[in-house]
């Protein structure tokens, strides 16, 4: 079968209160990066935090981390555009990445879009309350119109988030508009935990995105478990061709001890090595994603 | 098999341009809610409109309508909140059902909600493009919270509208945090041709919808294909035990000549019997929905 792409989720928003390993500062994911490359992940996702673990947006952090992790590994570079925590401003969130593009040591490799607009409270599945009432995760039509106009400007690659089905079908209409160019590359969001806003992170919530992939567009696919055991879905995953994107941004899997974001990528590669998928090089991310023929056309 | 409840989608926001039957003003719609329970339907549903179809949602018109109704026959009535065409307020939506209780002759059975959020964008299928991009149909945490309280100070019954899996799970989210009494009367709302925001009319597009009914809650479901054929689907769900919403408001139906909504009626009445369920009365309506506890309670 096809070689697996495994992406590195280092820290998201996550706490270190279950976790002490979850990477903050530039200098810890730079080390994240660097372990997780060096046990098979070709693509690190990070969020920029404070030394205290609040949501850092500010453009220095990027280039910093960015610049820092090209000096250790060809790790592919995928940060964050914010979240909810940057959504004063939709347009906006995509500032920090004009700032990243300036330097080629600083540039990332994706931009994510988030295709569509849901709510993403905070529940507390002990208590049975959300802990939040107005988090409405907002991506107009428009919105993402400039994000991907900015994304194909700089020549990064789109990298597609999709919560539920109405995310999925708006991906396939950009891919009919040429907004967004084949292969796609989507990430079906699941969650779970304190989480209701994506799928369940069962065989039924992989089953009802997959049984969306539009019929007649190349589209490529990882999965996640935003607050929930990835691990529980990885050997499905794996034989059903799909990509798998983890790590302790997600969830802290005690399950297996105090694991660090290089832990838990070693299990993923096992797994699927003893199910005769190779994790994807770097190299062959990019061929597999189509990459080297986006930067080519920008 | 249980009785089948019947609701007939007379007007939405649809225009004449395909089906000059679709009714626009009071004197219409009270037409059309006499015909459509006399084939069978329980339910009606409809919005408020201009003379020339555009969406008109001063209290005035529901107060209107709704007594003609009453004066007319039984049929439960169910106003929409204005959708995303009295947007600029969320909470505003609610206040003409406020005007709506000050007189039992006025007072609707159901308030709808639309639990959660998701882009409501307009496609072209013909030209493969969007003909609008700004259409965030928001229904944050908090408001939703906020309309479950005064449907419940009122009486009435929640209409709940899930779009996606996510809107399903806030449901299930809703019902064990008390905000959501059982049983719930959820309508799967699928899309096709110029809306993609729900999920596909198809076999698969319902079951990814009923896949995440709750395994502990009582849920009862109905469907609704939106801007698509539902005929195409009837079959599936009489047969997988679920409720009809159906009529010119979602589609015009032009395969079967220039019908009325009552026409429509007609047709899934014709299946369902054919398929062993007879439609429930406006009395079976109300005990299946658990309306009269409901009532009793408030």
């Known amino acids: 079968m096809d070689k697996i792409i495994i992406e590195a989720r280092v820290n998201e928003l ?23 490359y060096d046990e098979g ?3 690190l996702h990070y969020h920029g935090r404070t030394a205290t673990g609040e949501p850092e947006h500010a453009a220095s952090f990027y280039l910093e981390t960015n610049a820092g992790i090209r ?51 905070w529940w507390d599945p002990d208590k049975n309350s959300y802990t939040t009432t107005n988090l ?15 994304i194909k400007h700089h020549g990064l690659k789109q990298y597609l988030v999709s919560w539920n089905v109405s995310f999925t079908r708006q991906i396939e209409a950009f891919m009919k508009m040429g ?10 969001c699941m969650t779970d935990g304190i989480s209701l806003s994506g799928h369940p992170g069962t065989p039924e919530g992989l089953d009802a995105h997959i049984a969306f992939l539009p019929k007649d567009r190349e589209m490529i696919w990882t999965a996640v478990n935003y607050k929930g055991n990835l691990l529980l879905l990885t050997e499905k995953i794996i034989k059903a061709g799909g990509h798998i994107s983890i790590g302790l941004g997600d969830y802290p899997y005690l399950e297996y001890g105090t694991p660090t974001n290089a832990d838990i990528i070693a299990k993923v590669v096992e797994q699927a090595r003893a199910l005769d998928r190779e994790p994807a090089t770097v190299e062959e991310t990019r061929e597999i994603l189509g990459m080297n023929k986006v930067r080519a056309a920008a």
Chains 1, 2 share one sequence.
């Open 136 to 150: 409405v995760y907002e991506n107009s039509t428009e919105t993402l119109m400039h994000f991907a106009d900015r």
């Open 14 to 36: 996550a706490t270190r209160q279950e976790n002490p390993n979850v990477p903050f500062i530039p200098a810890e994911i730079i080390r994240d990066a660097k372990a997780c």
């Open 179 to 188: 907004v967004i160019p084949a292969p796609a590359y989507v990430c079906f």
């Open 71 to 121: 000096a250790q590994c060809p790790i592919l570079v995928h940060p964050t555009l914010g979240y909810v925590a940057n959504d004063a401003d939709a347009m906006g969130r995509f500032a920090a990445v004009e700032e990243m593009m300036k330097d080629p040591i600083t540039a990332p490799d994706f931009a994510p879009m988030d295709v569509g607009t849901v709510n993403v409270d």
């Open 41 to 43: 992940a070709s693509i």
